[in-house]
């Protein structure tokens, strides 16, 4: 059974920095994807980034990209989201989540494993 336990949110200015963890195991991930997803209150969930862990390949939404780096250490099982210049309509609830299928991986019903989520909460 896959466990994902994040961690590193909590409460950040506009323009800082946070890096999310998204510790993995249960399994051995060489032909997952894992992907970071949000979500705010009042909205859907959405895609932020993903990234294949055989590859490295990596996915962003526009929204985010160039200001955050997904990776991922092997030896660690972990998965990493290094985010800067945090705005703060970046506040949310971050969520890991894991998937075999990798097919469509900007959609959350391609995942079959979720964390519990971690608040990032971004002032003005």
């Known amino acids: 059974q896959v466990q994902l336990v994040e961690s590193g949110g909590g409460l950040v200015q506009a323009g800082g920095s946070l890096r999310l963890s998204c510790a993995a195991s249960?399994?051995?991930?060489?032909?997952?994807?894992m992907g970071w997803f949000r979500q705010a209150p009042g909205k859907e969930r959405e895609f932020v980034a993903a990234?294949?862990?055989?590859?490295?390949?990596?996915y962003y939404s526009d929204s985010v990209k160039g200001r955050f780096t997904i990776s991922r250490d092997n030896a660690q099982n972990t998965v990493y989201l290094q985010m800067n210049s945090l705005k703060p309509e970046d506040t949310a609830v971050y969520y890991c989540?894991?998937?075999?299928?990798?097919?469509?991986?900007?959609?959350?019903?391609?995942?079959?494993?979720w964390g519990q989520g971690t608040q990032v909460t971004v002032s003005s």
């Open positions: 249960g399994r051995t991930f060489g032909n997952y994807v």
């Open positions: 989540a894991a998937t075999r299928a990798g097919s469509v991986i900007f959609s959350e019903y391609e995942y079959d494993d």
């Open positions: 990234i294949r862990w055989s590859s490295k390949n990596t």
